[in-house]
């Protein structure tokens, strides 16, 4: 779609962004990097300069920036990754992807955090940048943040996806079928007691 000027964004958070590699490479090249329930900064490479998430050199993207490299504001709820030496000795990975960011486990072990492709609208997040606005739940531990800078890091990203989805074309046949398909159709319960969710959708 996206090499018929059809624009088709992707964002793959947490196994969305394992799978990813996993597309690309056509194998499974994840190792043991357990990083449960901690929030860490980014270890920004070199290619982030010329990233299109990153690369803006406007102030927002600089406080972000600033934001992202210091303080503790990117959750990690995860087992596996992608350390940087088997990304960058994959050769359908590394001519797909720039490696943006880092991160070390609780362990020591290097992986990859953000990736994002060359040619294309797509984006990869190792870490969750939708929970420090929604989640709350005790389950989730103390290390999940919800300070203003967290807060502005979510926002960023959403903002940034939602452009990229801006620039689709694509819709609804009609009006009625659009109604149907709405969230809005669907109860919303209140679910912190029994899962790591504050809310969840039922279809
Ligand atoms: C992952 O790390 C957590 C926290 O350090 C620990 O409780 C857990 O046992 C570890 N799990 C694995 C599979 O290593
Ligand atoms: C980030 O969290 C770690 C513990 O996971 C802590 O050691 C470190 O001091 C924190 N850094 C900041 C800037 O809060
Ligand atoms: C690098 O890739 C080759 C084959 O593609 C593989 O045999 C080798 O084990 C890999 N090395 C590392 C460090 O991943
Ligand atoms: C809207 O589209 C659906 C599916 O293509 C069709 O079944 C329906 O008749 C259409 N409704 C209107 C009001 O055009
Ligand atoms: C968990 O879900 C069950 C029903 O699915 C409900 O009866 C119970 O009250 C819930 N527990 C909490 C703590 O919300």
């Known amino acids: 779609a996206n090499n018929a000027d059809d624009p088709f ?10 799978l990813l590699t996993y597309l690309t490479s056509g194998e499974n090249l994840l190792t043991d990097t357990n990083s449960t329930l901690v929030s860490y900064p980014l270890y920004f490479q070199q290619a982030y300069k010329t990233s299109k998430l990153f690369g803006s050199g406007s102030a927002e993207t600089g406080d972000i920036i600033n934001i992202l ?9 995860h087992f596996y990754g992608i350390t940087p030496k088997t990304f960058n000795n994959n050769t359908k990975l590394r001519t797909f992807y720039r490696m943006l960011t880092t991160n070390y486990d609780d362990n020591g072990k290097e992986f990859v955090s953000m990736i994002e492709a060359f040619k294309y609208p797509f984006y990869g997040a190792q870490w969750h940048p939708e929970k420090n606005n929604f989640e709350f739940v005790a389950k989730l531990g103390p290390n999940l943040h919800h300070s203003a800078d967290a807060i502005k890091v979510t926002l960023y990203m959403a903002q940034f996806f939602v452009n990229e989805a801006r620039k689709s074309s694509h819709k609804f046949k009609n009006a009625t079928e659009e ?25």
């Open 179 to 203: 109604a149907a398909a709405l969230i809005y159709n669907f109860p919303v319960v209140y679910t912190a007691g029994n899962t790591s969710y504050e809310q969840c959708y039922f279809f």
């Open 9 to 18: 964004p992707i964002w793959g958070t947490c196994m969305g962004f394992q």
């Open 69 to 77: 490299s210091k303080e503790n504001v990117t959750f990690n709820a």
